[in-house]
């Protein structure tokens, strides 16, 4: 069974960093890309980055670029999103996910508060 487990939010001040992990089981982990989506509060969903199955491609959406950072460690099944220069804006609750074949695969997500 598919299962993504993020960690690693918390309450951090503005200018602050934070890792975020996200541990994946049930699939073979080094097959397929990745990627971090946020959604904010009363605000949708939306893509932060995502990177390529062999860690070798990586993209960011633009009020990230910069910024953070996404990697993976295919021999620990763990992606992580280093996140730098945080801004009250950064603020949502994160979500990893993957697609293998036609389904989407979601973790539960990890909240992330960038405030004084």
């Known amino acids: 069974q598919v299962q993504l487990v993020e960690s690693g939010g918390d309450l951090v001040q503005p200018g602050g960093s934070l890792t975020l992990s996200c541990a994946a089981s049930?699939?073979?982990?080094?097959?397929?890309?990745l990627s971090w989506y946020r959604q904010p509060p009363g605000k949708e969903r939306e893509l932060v980055a995502g990177?390529?199955?062999?860690?070798?491609?990586?993209n960011y959406a633009d009020s990230v670029k910069g910024r953070f950072t996404i990697s993976r460690d295919n021999y620990k099944n763990v992606m992580y999103l280093q996140m730098n220069s945080l801004k009250p804006e950064d603020t949502a609750m994160y979500y990893c996910?993957?697609?293998?074949?036609?389904?989407?695969?979601w973790g539960q997500g990890t909240q992330v508060t960038v405030s004084s």
């Open positions: 990177i390529s199955s062999a860690g070798r491609r990586t």
């Open positions: 996910k993957t697609i293998i074949w036609v389904d989407d695969y």
């Open positions: 049930g699939f073979i982990f080094s097959d397929y890309g």
